[in-house]
């Protein structure tokens, strides 16, 4: 069966953006090139909500022909724009970027439904990259199989927090750490079943 694999930047105290949604509180990664590819290429499917869909599809079509982009970022940029995007919304719009696909959902119920015959379809695992609401929703409702969370040495106080609205406890096994002379940290967690 494939996983859900959210993968989200995230500071020390939980926050995946600003309370302006910014971003600008981010690090640079030395290596986040590869951290990246090592994810998109074991993946053949991103899990994209309606806002973060129209962020995305502003930079990722152009960012693997600029030639100012690094030689990474256009590697990711070539697969980000081939892979599968399904798109989470309530209201139905024109998607234009390439392999992009709406997913029309009713409520939770119905995203859950969505996402475990996702599950069970063929292919492999399934990135999650967001935006706020639609992690925050996948964690609420037990749909996230994995946790990418790269921890950036910030602390924001306040803004957008990755675990919200919580209702049952969910205990974690730590699978994998990264990290570099930054001090951002790659945690990789599963749920853990026992």
């Known amino acids: 069966m494939r996983k859900v694999i959210l993968y989200m930047m ?14 600008d509180w981010m690090v640079p990664i030395e290596d986040e090139a590869a951290i990246e590819m090592g994810l998109i ?11 973060s869909y129209k962020d995305m599809a502003g930079y990722w079509p152009a960012a693997a022909e600029n030639p100012s982009t690094s030689k990474g970022e256009a590697e990711f940029a070539r697969k980000m724009n081939a892979i599968t995007k399904l798109v989470f919304s309530q209201t139905e719009e024109k998607l234009e970027w390439q392999n992009a696909q709406q997913v029309l959902v009713r409520d ?9 015959k996702l599950k069970r379809r063929p292919g492999k695992d399934m990135v999650l990259y967001g935006g706020v609401r639609l ?19 910030v602390i924001l106080g306040s803004g957008k ?34």
Do not use: C
Request: hydrophobic share 35%.
């Open 10 to 23: 995230m500071s020390v105290d939980g926050y995946i953006a600003g309370p302006n949604n910014e971003l």
């Open 135 to 153: 992690a925050q929703t996948f964690a609420q409702l037990g749909l996230i199989d994995e946790y990418r969370l790269v921890v950036h040495p």
């Open 41 to 51: 290429n074991t993946v053949d499917t991103a899990l994209i909500g309606h806002g």
């Open 161 to 194: 927090p990755l675990f919200k609205d919580i209702q049952d406890k969910t205990n974690l096994k730590l699978v994998n750490t990264q990290h570099d002379n930054s001090g951002t940290v790659l945690l990789n967690y599963q749920p853990d079943k026992k």
């Open 108 to 116: 939770n119920d119905d995203l859950a439904d969505q996402v475990a």
